[in-house]
């Protein structure tokens, strides 16, 4: 299987993954905290990330990330960690 990698920011951690796994998953897998609160459901919005650089088109959001992107104002550069699949290339802001 190619590896492929991401880079979270600020701490500019490169972290390689497969393709089974979150965005959050990945970040928690390579010792980074971003917030979970509810578990990754797509129900509280605490693991938000802001899509910094991409490499191709993302996925659409999922329903249940649709409307927490829509309750909260989200912009098209906000999405929910725990329900984006990781794309290589992808440059992501933890926000803190
Ligand atoms: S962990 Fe709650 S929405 Fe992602």
Do not use: W, Y
Request: with cysteine; proline share 8%.
């Amino acid at each position: 299987m190619t590896k492929k990698n991401l880079i979270f920011l600020p701490s500019e951690k490169s972290c390689d993954f497969t393709d089974e796994e979150s965005v959050l998953e990945v970040a928690l897998k390579n010792g980074l905290e971003i917030p979970h609160s509810c578990g990754a459901m797509g129900s509280c919005s605490t693991c938000r990330v802001v899509v910094k650089t991409k490499t191709a088109p993302l996925p659409p959001r999922t329903e249940l990330e649709q409307d927490i992107a829509d309750m909260r104002g989200f912009d098209d550069s906000e999405r929910l960690s725990c329900q984006l699949p990781p794309m290589d290339g992808l440059v992501l802001l933890v926000p803190t």
